[in-house]
């Protein structure tokens, strides 16, 4: 029998077929790479809560009056993409079932708070590169982080054990989560630039403020010395 072709791997694979073990196989399912860990919310919050505040800081309200508009875009495309499915056009189920689940979120949450988790999961990888394996993996995070801002997509079920009503994360298929991120990525796209860029130019300003003190008390030390 073969050995799992994840590196490191010393299971076997699973199945006549498999290439990977039944874990990683789960895994690949799950987070879009084998090699993908999960990306808890508490790790990202921090990211959504200073874009969150960027959006606050703007007093013209211009920021928030755009996400409403991008939103609403977002929104119609998706409200199509169901209306025909449900007259009998042929659709992509996949892409139906991505449709519906971001209609879901938006029901719940406002523009602003949907952009800030999607800007914030990418404002997490710029800093946290190395916690992703692949492209695939981030766009599995960031669906998941996503859909997990809303109440409709965990489900309860009962600890077969403890008899406790636990919450579970409610899975679906890798190709729904595939059209899913697409749709995110391209709705969002220009608000993340205009975010990254925001987060590039303070953190250079930062830099050089750094670096202006230290050339300062530089001088101060020399100065001192005479």
């Given at each position: 029998?073969?050995?799992?072709?994840?590196?490191?791997?010393?299971?076997?694979?699973?199945?006549?077929?498999?290439?990977m073990?039944?874990?990683?196989?789960?895994?690949?399912r799950?987070?879009?790479?084998?090699?993908?860990?999960s990306?808890?919310?508490?790790?990202?919050?921090?990211y959504?809560?200073?874009?969150?505040k960027?959006?606050?800081?703007?007093?013209?309200?211009?920021?928030?009056?755009?996400?409403d508009?991008?939103?609403?875009?977002?929104r119609?495309?998706?409200?199509?993409?169901?209306?025909?499915?449900?007259?009998?056009?042929?659709?992509n189920?996949?892409?139906?079932?991505?449709a519906?689940?971001?209609?879901?979120?938006?029901?719940?949450?406002?523009?602003?708070?949907?952009?800030?988790?999607?800007?914030?999961?990418?404002?997490?990888?710029?800093?946290?590169?190395?916690?992703?394996?692949?492209?695939r993996g981030?766009?599995?995070?960031?669906?998941?982080?996503?859909?997990?801002?809303?109440?409709?997509?965990i489900?309860?079920?009962?600890?077969g054990?403890?008899?406790?009503?636990?919450?579970?994360?409610?899975?679906?298929?890798?190709?729904?989560?595939?059209?899913?991120?697409?749709?995110?990525?391209?709705?969002?796209?220009?608000?993340?630039?205009?975010?990254?860029?925001?987060?590039?130019r303070?953190?250079e300003?930062?830099r050089e403020?750094?670096?202006?003190?230290?050339?300062?008390?530089?001088?101060?030390?020399?100065?001192?010395?005479?």
């Amino acid at each position: 029998m073969r050995d799992c072709s994840v590196r490191g791997c010393t299971k076997s694979a699973s199945g006549q077929f498999g290439s990977m073990c039944a874990g990683h196989q789960q895994r690949n399912r799950r987070h879009g790479d084998a090699r993908q860990d999960s990306i808890r919310y508490a790790e990202i919050k921090p990211y959504v809560v200073r874009v969150e505040k960027l959006i606050e800081r703007d007093k013209s309200g211009k920021i928030e009056n755009g996400l409403d508009k991008l939103v609403a875009i977002v929104r119609e495309y998706a409200e199509g993409i169901v209306s025909d499915f449900e007259h009998g056009r042929a659709m992509n189920k996949h892409k139906v079932a991505a449709a519906k689940e971001i209609l879901t979120v938006f029901l719940d949450f406002t523009p602003a708070q949907c952009a800030s988790v999607i800007a914030g999961m990418y404002l997490f990888q710029d800093v946290n590169e190395h916690r992703f394996a692949s492209d695939r993996g981030f766009t599995f995070e960031l669906v998941r982080r996503f859909r997990s801002i809303s109440d409709a997509n965990i489900g309860l079920y009962e600890d077969g054990y403890t008899g406790r009503v636990r919450r579970a994360y409610k899975e679906i298929p890798p190709k729904t989560i595939e059209q899913l991120g697409a749709m995110l990525i391209e709705g969002f796209k220009r608000f993340v630039a205009h975010v990254r860029l925001h987060e590039q130019r303070k953190a250079e300003l930062e830099r050089e403020a750094r670096a202006l003190q230290e050339e300062g008390f530089a001088s101060v030390q020399e100065e001192s010395h005479d």
